[in-house]
């Protein structure tokens, strides 16, 4: 074990945080030690991101405060160091990388100079040098071609290499300390296992320290030495990451655990944090047996939908003169989807799979082949036709804040697709319904009048669900419906939708990145790579017995603890 007094560079002693009158930090106390990797693990709310950004004097000035307790780093005290005095920390000693890439670089700046301003205003690199250093960082960020790289805009790159130049952005100035905040949330497993073992590679090369923030206990113990466990501001427990994942003294750290689909036993309802703490008994086993009579039954009738041979070809132009190149996003691709099954759709980012599910939509038609929904080549309708079409497959997608309308109350937004559809004959019938809708996916009557700001990221997805059902559809498209959500919400969306699917027979095809979940939620598996199917089949089937190395190396890459 380390001595704490030795070993300290950055403690946190009684730390009380508040937003207005409310107290969201209650008095926690730890230390970060030096060439160390903390994690920090709980749900949304728990306070630890709050927590982390008072670290770098960045809470919210006018809505937010430190009411007690003291922050030391390097022991000098930055509990409440003015703005000008942690420009020198901020960066420079003390960096971070943050959850979301895209929205923290600038779209409208090439990657290589984003960096270069880091570099300009902590550094006194000449010019000439600063290029070399960046591309030297690039390197060390195990970015591939890193001269593209810096020249490309971050809409030219993939998320895992837009979340390698935010790495290299933090560590340009070589820091003491890097905050990282759930910085493999949406990623792959594959990229997200990339990205897990390039920091503990950089950490091992510079002995800097790590605060690692995550709300995926699996996850933090692939990479940190110490966990903390944070619920509703408060630390609940403590330890080394081998001693909290295999013997977790306190309650929620065993429901955050138990909360994260198993990937041996398939339960009929997956338990939550709350059903844990309440002590409900969700552990009823879907056997292998009853899997069998559901699919005897599943597979017995005619396709709803089948998909002949589609591809979706682009073509783009090499600069103004260039050469016209062709790229197959969906190359040859051919299955069918069952009425009341769950086709599970997985693969890497760029596989091709958003691309299939939109041309399934009709949302970006095919280039080629036939998609025959109830027998019908819905890539031959008209224009009036679609409208019909529109009703019968619907789409629930990643992010539901984007896509919610912000100047809309949810009871409009819910209410509006009944409208255009004119599916009940008056505006009071639609609003009766859409009540109905908001208690059905567990939101109260008071949603209605309240807009999508006011939810948390998991009620948002509830209210794009009840957008979607609205229009009683046959066949769902969830395209990464669950990814971005804390693992106990995340479970309770997919309990939702498993319960919608009972009770009003909808059929869904399960976008996602993560087998472990889509291993849960699917009766057939379909992986992607680059446009084309690698394997189909049972999705227990290919979980146990995975036939190609493509799919090996996906489930190798999920997270699954110590």
């Known amino acids: 074990m380390l001595d704490l007094e030795d070993q300290s560079l950055l403690s946190v002693t009684d730390l009380h945080i508040s937003f207005g009158d409310k107290e969201v930090i209650k008095g926690i106390s730890y230390t970060l030690n030096k060439n160390e990797i903390l994690g920090i693990v709980g749900e949304s709310g728990s306070g630890k991101s709050v927590s982390s950004l008072a670290l770098m004097g960045l809470l919210p000035p006018k809505i937010s405060k430190i009411t007690a307790g003291k922050i030391t780093y390097n022991n000098q005290d930055i509990t409440h160091l003015e703005s000008k005095g942690f420009q020198s920390i901020r960066g420079r000693k003390i960096a971070m990388i943050f959850q979301e890439p895209m929205s923290s670089l600038n779209p409208s ?38 001269e593209r790289v810096y020249k490309a805009y971050p809409h030219e790159i993939s998320g895992g290499q837009k979340q390698r130049v935010m790495i290299a952005m933090a560590i340009s100035c070589k820091p003491d300390v890097l905050i990282a905040d759930e910085p493999t949330t949406a990623l792959d497993v594959t990229v997200q296992e990339e990205i897990i073992l390039l920091l503990k590679d950089l950490q091992q090369q510079t002995k800097m320290s790590i605060l690692f923030i995550t709300h995926d206990l699996s996850l933090i113990s692939q990479i940190a030495d110490r966990v903390l466990v944070m619920y509703k501001g408060n630390i609940v427990e403590q330890n080394t990451a081998k001693a909290i994942f295999n013997n977790p003294q306190h309650k929620y750290t065993k429901a955050l655990i138990a909360s994260r689909p198993s990937l041996n036993v398939r339960l009929k309802r997956l338990p939550t944090v709350s059903s844990i703490l309440n002590e409900d008994d969700l552990s009823e086993e879907f056997t292998a047996q009853d899997r069998q009579n559901h699919h005897d039954a599943l597979y017995s009738n005619p396709p709803l939908l089948q998909v002949v041979n589609v591809e979706k070809e682009y073509l783009s132009k090499t600069g103004l003169f260039g050469k016209t190149e062709s790229f197959k996003a969906v190359n040859n691709v051919s ?18 799979k958003s691309t299939l599910g939109n041309a399934i939509l009709n949302l970006d038609k095919a280039t080629a082949g036939k998609i025959l929904y109830k027998g019908t080549d819905i890539t031959k309708l008209s224009a009036s036709e679609m409208v019909g079409f529109r009703k019968e497959i619907q789409i629930i997608f990643q992010d539901p804040y984007s896509s919610l309308n912000p100047r809309k109350s949810v009871g409009e937004t819910i209410m509006e697709p009944m409208l255009v559809h004119k599916l009940y004959a008056t505006k009071e019938a639609c609003k009766v319904k859409t009540l109905e809708l908001l208690e059905r996916v567990g939101l109260d009557k008071t949603a209605f009048n309240r807009y999508p700001h006011e939810f948390s990221g998991g009620q948002r997805q509830r209210i794009g669900i009840a957008r979607t059902i609205a229009l009683q559809p046959k066949l769902i498209v969830c395209d990464e419906s669950v990814s971005a959500l804390d693992i106990s919400v995340q479970a309770q969306v997919l309990n939702l939708l498993n319960e919608l699917k009972e009770n009003f027979g ?22 992607m790579n680059k446009g084309k199917i690698e394997e189909i089949n049972d999705a227990d089937t290919i979980y146990r017995n995975p036939k190609k190395p493509y799919t090996k190396a996906l489930i190798n890459a999920i997270p699954k603890g110590i």
């Open 335 to 352: 299955f069918n989807v069952y009425e009341g099954e769950t086709l599970g759709l997985v693969g890497e980012s760029g596989c091709g």
């Open 109 to 146: 700046m090439r990657c290589g100079k984003q960096v270069e301003e880091i570099l300009k205003q902590h550094t006194k690199l000449s010019k000439s040098k600063l290029k070399a250093e960046v591309l030297k960082l690039f390197e060390q960020v195990k970015l591939p071609n890193p």
């Open 506 to 527: 909808f059929t869904y095809i399960f976008i996602s990145h993560d087998l472990a979940v889509v291993k849960y939620m699917s009766d057939q598996l379909l992986v």
